[in-house]
Structures are given as C-alpha cells and as structure tokens.
C-alpha cells in the first residue's frame, strides 16, 4: 500500500464526515431554540458530561453488556446455524419455527425479557440484545454453510480429516461476517432501547434522563458518544474482519486474474 493511496482512503473516510459536521456548525452557529442548541454549546458540554464518572457508571456498563450481548449470539447462532444448515432434515423441522422468532421484533419483547429478568438488573438487557442480534448470524450461518462446496466436503471426508467442521466454517467465512456485520449494528441499537426499561444507568439512560431533565446539550453529546461507540466498532470490526478473510479475498482477486 503506497502512502499515496493511503492518504486518498483517508480523505475519503473524513471527507463527508468533515462537510457534515461544518454544515451543523453554521446552520446552529446562531441558533436560539432551546432544542437546536449551537454545535458549539454542544461540544463545551461534552468534556464536562463524559469525561468523569460517567465513564465508569454509564458508558462502560452499556459497552460491556454490548459486547457480553453480541459474543454469545456469535456463538449461538454460528453453532446452531452449523448443525441447521448441515442437515436438511433439521433444517426442515425448524424452519417455520426459525421464521416465526425471526419476525418478531427484538424491542417488542424487552418488557416481557424485563419481567421475568428484572428491570435493573445486567441480564435483562444482555437476553435483549442476545434474542436480537442472534439471527442475523443464525441465518447467515445456514445459509453459508448449505453453500459449501461439496467437492470441498467430498475431499475432506475423503482425506478423513479430522477438523472437517472448522473447514466448513471457513468456507461459510464471507457468509457469516455478514452475518456478524448486521448483528453488530442491531447490537447497539438494542443496548440503548434495552437501558430505557427501569435503567438508571447506561447510555440509553442518560440520554433519556437528560431529555426528561431538558439538558438538551447534555442530550446531544449522549447522541454524539453513542454515535462514536457506532464508528469505533465498526472500525474494529473491519480489521478483525479483514484479517480473517484475508483468503477470501485473495481467491477472488485470483478468480479475477483468471
């Protein structure tokens, strides 16, 4: 990679981000509404409102929930989409059931999570996220792995190789990271609805509290932070991702050689 098309990637990354952010700043620069506060009286507010306990009582509670959340729906849903999709007759017995969960929405079901869970508690709101970022990945899973090569499976079972299933993995690889992709960004949608059911604490939390309180700027910065959460994974998302796939990615620009 030259520094040359290192820094056009760059720009690119910043550029709009760059446009959006000097067009909220003079479209509020004079502004006189309570609830449209100046980008300027935003950003004073931000150190004074985030950089303080509130790392250690809101925004580190919210991102470890995310995480716990969105790791065991990976798990779940990548070994049960396994065994869904290398088996057709499971994936018959449960494909209307599958469907069913599959349609209803996630944020339907946190006060019903929150009853039998507890409305304060952790576990409520890591149930919430599990239940909504799991088929996203479950889904995805089946499907990478039905469409497996099975020339690749006839030569593993050939060759009796003994990690046969982390060989179908990696094949249904492209598959699952979509999967994954998807979950991601549900994840933390979830995190915030999941804190606005009796939370005192957390993301969601705050910025509920501080719109109910009206500090607005407040507000906006808690806005701002969970947008930021957005990006950051995102970013750590695509490195892990890009190193993963390395292969595929590889094989395709191969397959366009060839």
């Known amino acids: ?3 040359a098309w290192l820094g056009r990637r760059l720009l690119a990354a910043v550029l709009l981000p760059a446009v959006l952010i000097a067009l ?3 479209l509020t620069a004079h502004s006189t509404s309570y609830f449209w506060p100046p980008l300027q009286t935003i950003l004073k507010a931000f150190p004074d409102t985030w950089f303080g306990e509130r790392i ?13 959340g969105y790791f065991l729906a990976l798990l779940l ?3 049960a989409g396994s065994a869904i999709g290398g088996s057709p007759v499971l994936r018959a017995l449960t494909e209307p059931t599958l469907e069913f969960f599959r349609a209803i929405p996630p944020p339907v079901l946190v006060p019903v999570i929150a009853l039998f869970a507890g409305y304060t508690g952790s576990l409520s709101k890591v149930i919430t996220i599990v239940l909504g970022c799991i088929w996203p990945v479950l889904l995805n899973t089946v499907e990478g792995v039905r469409a497996v090569d099975e020339v690749l499976l ?7 190789l003994r990690r046969r299933n982390l060989l179908v993995l990696r094949a249904a690889g492209p598959q699952i990271a979509a999967g994954a992709r998807q ?5 933390v949608i979830l995190m915030v609805i999941s804190e ?9 939390a705050s910025v509920v509290q501080f719109q109910r309180g009206f500090a607005i ?3 906006w910065t808690g806005i701002i932070v969970l947008g930021l959460l957005g990006v950051l994974l995102s970013l750590i998302f695509r490195i892990v991702e890009h190193r993963a796939l390395a292969w595929y990615r590889g094989l395709r620009e191969t397959d366009r050689g060839a």
Do not use: E
């Not at 006839?154 to 009796?160: I, Q």
């Open 77 to 79: 849903g990548v070994a």
């Open 1 to 3: 990679m030259s520094p």
């Open 183 to 187: 979950a991601l960004s549900i994840a």
């Open 24 to 26: 909220w700043w003079l």
């Open 56 to 68: 250690t009582t809101d925004i580190l509670p919210s991102v470890s929930r995310l995480l716990i």
């Open 196 to 204: 606005l059911f009796g939370a005192n604490h957390g993301l969601g």
């Open 154 to 160: 006839d030569t593993a079972r050939s060759y009796r």
């Open 217 to 219: 700027p407040q507000m």
